[in-house]
């Protein structure tokens, strides 16, 4: 018997992109126009079901799908043209590259006719974006449209995720072809799912269950996985202290007995301790980069068991050399570890007495007596209204290590930020994605005002799509980072730091439609974030903070973590 | 030549375009150099790839690994310590004077190379050897002139077969 044949779907080559990622279940994409992607824009009003948030920049809709990606598990998509739309989306791909976030970029090339042959717009994007991508295709036939697409998202998404760019020649969109979304895909280099390999989870239950000082890091894989009440699960039947990197924030409630907080350069003291100490460290989703280890020679000396769990077997020795691999997403690793999971030694009682102590030697501490607003008074009433709930999206500087190490959740959250690339001007359209993604969540943003004016052009894009994203600008007149280094690491010359001739940022708020509050006292710090919350819609908090206040604890570069450095007592 | 830090990486890879482009960016990423890379289809849509490049053992381990993560590439070997038969092209313009050419013909014939071509006493010659006898091959020619040289650079395959690869 002969099985009827489907219907034959022609259509143009724009259709079938945008019909692919109707397949893929995509809700939202965040573009912009242009010559190379103008076939996508005149068929995209017939595809009601995906919603095209219009940015300012196209390195905005990269921070934005990048926002909504970490803040909805999803992958985020976005559109650009050829040449300098698709180049402007490059940091924003590094961003999503070095943090392991889900993306699906998908950019106008010029004809296939004229490509290599410096066309009006045209640039090598294949070429540019190579290494700041997992993958990316160049679609040069009309019938590799559906299939390359379905292979972005499914690499995007699966194993360890990461951005996926198809450039898509304008004629190729323009020409019809037969829509067969595959079902298979052929991939013979590509299995993450083979690569798993549980096969130490023994080993590693019976190390972790005669270790006497261990100490348990978590980065962003934890997250990503989704593998948070494993985490918690593991360390309350364990009775192991966690601490996480800067983008494992969020894995585990900072208010949890066995919490240590933030780990690395810019760590807790009683973190940095516990690391120093720790007779067994195992390490889960995170790449143990030089942020996290200080100096590498330095780090962990007493460690005489290394775990790593990482679903990237290429992270294995990469910095760190350890003693037993798992190759594995977070999640699974931590669900076959649960059950072979036993309390330690009578001797850990000892350990987390000693973690303790540290935690009382080394408190997270501030300067409030020179008459200054204090960041970290901003943030701990910022803090205190999120309520363990909200999601925070952080920029790149001190601003982004004081919301890190003020974070404080009764369970797990969402902190968002640009952890591995180190991208200013991240914060803002991250936490416009996010709150795309995420409408039911208050999203609070973060940043310093040297990071926010670099991308600030996307407040309209608040406006024109009703976000309710509060920004929390903490204005310290410098970029306050730089200077702290210079004045520490560098001679103290403060070498092009100010940044004294800004914008009004009230003024800045009116003239994008936005609501504002000011405040340079720490008095009025409740009655702005009051107006802030009372007010629907996006609102901006210019907070004047003291211009000299610096980020501690912090490890003098070039040093192990032993040499931490804390915030001088002066109350 | 050959140091104890030269390593040999044998790939199998989608032959699509740009895998090339891909493989060397990932090794140059690690400040390594490559000394020689040949590629060449080896039918199925896939092609292999022998990569020499001067580095230790554990920065190509490594570097090993994050080849193997790219997407195109099936499978990736250190093949430097394996028994391997290793093989390199060499190709050459060599002014052989007549008196000479019969001493020249036999020594180049006990190399296994032969003549591909001949025009008024200069000779293009070609040898297949292993890498390290292309050196020998080489002082052999330099006493003409050696006017033009091409070389292929190692291809090489284990001398048995491998299950799959680690990834």
């Known amino acids: ?571 | 030549m050959t140091s104890n830090r030269v390593r040999v990486l044998s790939l199998v890879v989608e032959d699509d375009p740009g895998v090339l482009e891909r493989v060397a960016s990932q090794i140059r990423r690690r400040g390594i150099n490559i000394q020689s890379l040949t590629v060449g289809p080896v039918g199925g849509g896939r092609s292999r790839m022998t990569v020499t490049v001067d580095a230790g053992h554990a920065e190509v381990d490594q570097v090993a690994k994050q080849v193997d993560k790219l997407i195109e590439v099936i499978e990736v070997h250190d093949i430097t310590d394996d028994p391997i038969v290793s093989r390199e092209l060499v190709v050459a313009r060599v002014d052989v004077p007549e008196h000479a050419r019969e001493t020249f013909l036999s020594r180049l014939s006990s190399f296994g190379g032969r003549v591909v071509d001949a025009l008024n006493g200069s000779l293009v010659v070609e040898v297949s050897a292993a890498p390290d006898q292309v050196e020998g091959f080489l002082s052999l020619l330099r006493p003409y002139g050696l006017s033009e040289l091409a070389r292929s650079g190692p291809v090489a395959m284990r001398k048995s077969a491998y299950g799959s690869s680690h990834k």
């Open chain 1, 1 to 571: 018997m002969i099985e009827a044949k489907p219907q034959t779907n022609v259509m143009t080559g724009a259709d079938i992109v945008l019909s692919s990622l109707e397949r893929e279940g995509v809700e939202v994409i965040f573009g912009y126009p242009g010559g190379a992607n103008l076939p996508i824009y005149q068929r995209l009003p017939e595809h009601p079901a995906l919603r095209h948030v219009l940015v300012r920049h196209e390195q905005g809709a990269a921070h934005m799908a990048d926002g909504y990606a970490r803040a909805t598990g999803k992958p985020g998509v976005v559109f650009a043209t050829s040449g300098p739309g698709a180049l402007n989306l490059v940091t924003g791909l590094a961003t999503a590259f070095m943090d392991s976030v889900p993306m699906v970029a998908i950019t106008g090339q010029v004809n296939t006719s004229v490509v290599g042959r410096d066309a009006f717009q045209e640039s090598d994007v294949i070429g540019c974006t190579l290494p700041v991508t997992k993958h990316n295709y160049l679609v040069t036939r009309v019938e590799d449209l559906a299939p390359c697409i379905r292979k972005a998202f499914h690499l995007a998404t699966t194993g360890r995720p990461g951005p996926v760019l198809v450039d898509v020649c304008k004629d190729v969109q323009q020409a019809s072809g037969i829509f067969d979304y595959p079902d298979e895909l052929t991939m013979p280099g590509y299995r993450p799912a083979l690569e798993a390999d549980l096969s130490a989870i023994g080993l590693v239950a019976g190390k972790l269950a005669e270790a006497e000082r261990p100490v348990i890091l978590v980065g962003h894989g934890v997250l990503l996985s989704g593998a948070e009440a494993e985490l918690l699960e593991l360390a309350e039947k364990t009775g192991i202290p966690v601490g996480t990197t800067l983008l494992g924030i969020g894995a585990f409630p900072t208010e949890h007995p066995l919490s240590l907080h933030m780990t690395g350069f810019m760590g807790t003291g009683w973190c940095l301790r516990a690391v120093q100490n720790a007779d067994l460290l195992m390490m889960v989703g995170m790449r143990v980069d030089d942020r996290v280890t200080a100096k590498l020679d330095e780090w962990a000396p007493r460690a005489e068991t290394f775990i790593h769990v990482d679903i990237d077997h290429s992270e294995m020795g990469k910095n760190v050399r350890p003693h037993i691999e798992v190759v594995a997403d977070a999640k699974r690793a931590l669900q076959a570890l649960l059950p072979l999971a036993e309390p330690g030694p009578a001797s850990r009682r000892t350990w987390l007495t000693q973690i303790e102590a540290w935690r009382e030697e080394h408190p997270l501490r501030y300067r409030r007596s020179n008459g200054h607003l204090q960041p970290q008074d901003v943030l701990l009433e910022m803090y205190r209204r999120c309520r363990s709930e909200a999601i925070v999206v952080a920029d790149v500087g001190q601003n982004q290590i004081w919301a890190a190490l003020w974070w404080r959740y009764r369970r797990p959250g969402l902190f968002i930020n640009s952890g591995g690339a180190g991208t200013m001007g991240f914060a803002l359209p991250a936490a416009l994605g996010a709150k795309v993604g995420r409408p039911d969540k208050a999203v609070w943003c973060v940043a310093g005002e040297g990071g926010f004016v670099m991308t600030a052009q996307e407040m309209s894009v608040a406006i024109e799509q009703n976000l309710d994203v509060k920004v929390v600008l903490l204005n310290n007149f410098s970029l306050g980072m730089v200077r702290q280094f210079q004045d520490d690491f560098y001679g103290g010359v403060r070498s092009h730091v100010d940044l004294r001739v800004m914008p009004d940022f009230m003024k800045l708020a009116e003239a994008y439609g936005w609501h504002s509050a000011r405040v340079a006292r720490a008095e009025d710090i409740g009655a702005a974030f009051d107006a802030a919350e009372r007010t629907p819609g996006p609102f901006l908090i210019d907070f004047q903070i003291d211009p000299e206040a610096n980020v501690y604890p912090i490890v003098p570069l070039g040093k192990g973590l032993d040499h931490f450095q804390e915030e001088p007592y002066d109350i």
